[in-house]
């Protein structure tokens, strides 16, 4: 072994956290679970405290919240869904903050890790938004959601043969997962990135040969780590705006 | 050290799961979470924040109307005050018109006066050189007369009778004069 | 910070250890494979979707340079087509991960 070489840690060590309670049960609470809990709480408190404050110009906390609503309203319901999808706000908001304080702890220090770096927030979310827009195409249109998405109108018959498979692969099977893996990637990817540099800067640190690069090396780690906050948003976001964009294309086939 | 303890820590996480698969705390915890978030969300924490941007909306759009209205009030009445200053305009027209009416009137009035009298007194002044030509010529046939006859008493030897001889040209002058009409 | 905890945890136990060696030959081999085929499937992964999300946001920059006054929708429509884009770089990464790390 040669000291100061640089060895990345296993995958395990950097994803998988040890349960603070509740060892080997269904239960058990470990920093993932820590971390979504708190999102949740975050956000209730947040919405809150704006709800018990009435000014006319929202300050502070208030703002917050209220910008948020805007925010959801014209950049993900407007465009995504449409006319009627004012009714989905409480679920498109609580999915875009609880995704959103669950990225961001991947670099606020103490916890350095997103929850959604692990597949279990992002299968969670990504199912419910599945069954969410099936539920939403079946309970508008009925049966003929199901018969308008799997045989595609204006379509010549013999066609049907190729189309309908990949109608019912791409729109019933591939949705949810691509979703979940996007947001679950791209947080696991930017959270690699991070310990990568960080395990840069801690072998550069104790390897004195090369010690003069380790202000290259930090100020990746610091570049990254502002990059790693407008994926944050970003992923929040488009994660959202994907619910909507399934569930208004459950509303309006015919878009 | 530290490389050797991460090979360690390697080989044992060989028994641990796939780093992609869900686990199945982590599934029931990220679930249990978001739901009571959506559910707060839904039916208790959302709707204050609601009802006050809409509050805040209807107020601004009351507000708007208003200053619509307002604005609308101020429009007529730059009509109206348009509508007066159109009719002050209208009479100070018809007033300036008069005037101008007036003035021309004057003017011709005027010129017709200077007009006439010019014309009078080119005749006056006429008259008097008709007269002043009439005198010379009368003068003028009185001496012509007393000429020829004083030249006639000289071809002649002896006095004539000037006012005979006068009587003579004059029926000469008469008779030649008709003669020469004709 | 965790990570380091761990680190030094196991290395009052990593001494033992550190002769067990050239055993698992098998295992090395495949890992090694492993690991150059996850640079290669990650590699070729990001190439389409690179020049996909290059083209994508050219052309979204084009739209909103000729047309400001729906910069809004088209941003919208350009962040949904990177999300559809990306997904194919991402899934390579996915691969990468269970190819190396599996």
């Avoid at chain 1, 995704?99 to 969670?124: K, Q």
Wanted: net charge neutral; proline share 4%.
């Amino acid at each position: 072994m040669i000291i100061g070489a640089l060895q990345f840690p296993p995958i395990e060590n950097v994803v998988e956290w040890p349960a603070w309670f509740g060892e080997g049960q269904a239960y058990a609470f470990n920093k993932i679970a820590f971390i979504n809990l708190l999102a949740s709480i975050i956000t209730i408190v947040i919405f809150a405290i704006a709800g018990s404050k009435k000014q006319l110009v929202p300050r502070g906390v208030q703002n917050i919240a209220e910008v948020s609503v805007q925010f959801v309203r014209n950049e993900v319901i407007a465009p995504g869904i449409g006319h009627g999808g004012e009714r989905y706000l409480p679920m498109l908001l609580s999915m875009f903050f609880f995704l959103f304080f669950s990225n961001i702890t991947g670099i606020i220090p103490l916890f350095n890790m997103p929850a959604t770096a692990r597949m279990a927030t992002p299968i969670v979310l990504a199912l419910l938004a599945w069954v969410w827009f099936i539920g939403v195409g079946l309970k508008h249109h009925g049966i003929h959601y199901i018969t308008g998405a799997l045989f595609p109108p204006g379509v010549p018959k013999p066609l049907y043969l190729l189309v309908t498979p990949i109608e019912f692969v791409s729109t019933f099977l591939v949705r949810p997962f691509s979703l979940a893996v996007r947001l679950f990637a791209n947080m696991l990817a930017g959270h690699i990135l991070l310990v990568t540099f960080s395990v840069l800067c801690i072998t550069l640190w104790g390897f004195k040969p090369l010690v003069a690069a380790l202000p290259l090396s930090l100020f990746m780690l610091i570049a990254l780590t502002g990059f790693e906050v407008l994926v944050a948003f970003l992923q929040a976001y488009i994660f959202t705006i994907l619910t909507a964009v399934y569930i208004g294309g459950a509303l309006h086939p015919e878009h | 050290m530290l490389a050797a303890a991460l090979l360690l820590a390697a080989e044992e996480a060989k028994k641990t799961v796939n780093p992609i698969l869900p686990v199945t705390e982590e599934i029931v915890w990220a679930a249990a979470s978001f739901f009571l978030l959506w559910m707060l969300m839904r039916y208790v924490f959302l709707a204050p924040v609601m009802r006050v941007m809409d509050d805040r909306e209807g107020r601004l759009r009351e507000a708007r109307a208003e200053a619509d209205s307002a604005s609308s009030g101020a429009d007529d009445a730059v009509a109206a005050y348009n509508a007066r200053v159109d009719v002050a305009r209208a009479e100070a027209n018809g007033i300036v018109a008069a005037a101008r009416d007036e003035a021309e009137r004057y003017r011709a009035r005027k010129l017709a006066e200077a007009n006439a009298e010019i014309q009078a007194q080119r005749e006056a002044a006429a008259a008097e050189v008709a007269a002043a030509k009439a005198t010379a010529l009368a003068q003028l046939r009185t001496q012509v007369a007393g000429v020829a006859v004083s030249a006639a008493s000289r071809v002649v030897q002896k006095d004539l009778a000037l006012e005979a001889q006068l009587q003579v040209i004059e029926d000469y002058v008469n008779g030649s004069n008709e003669g020469g009409t004709r | 910070m965790s990570l380091l905890h761990h680190a030094i945890e196991l290395a009052s136990e990593a001494t033992t250890t550190a002769a067990e060696g050239a055993a698992t030959t098998a295992a090395d081999a495949k890992a090694t494979a492993g690991a150059s085929s996850a640079g290669y499937a990650y590699g070729l992964a990001a190439i389409g979707p690179g020049i996909g999300i290059g083209y994508l946001v050219g052309q979204a920059v084009s739209a909103m340079a000729r047309q400001p006054e729906s910069a809004g929708m088209v941003r919208t429509t350009m962040f949904l087509g990177i999300a559809f884009t990306e997904a194919l770089a991402l899934i390579g990464f996915v691969v990468f991960i269970l190819l190396k790390f599996v």
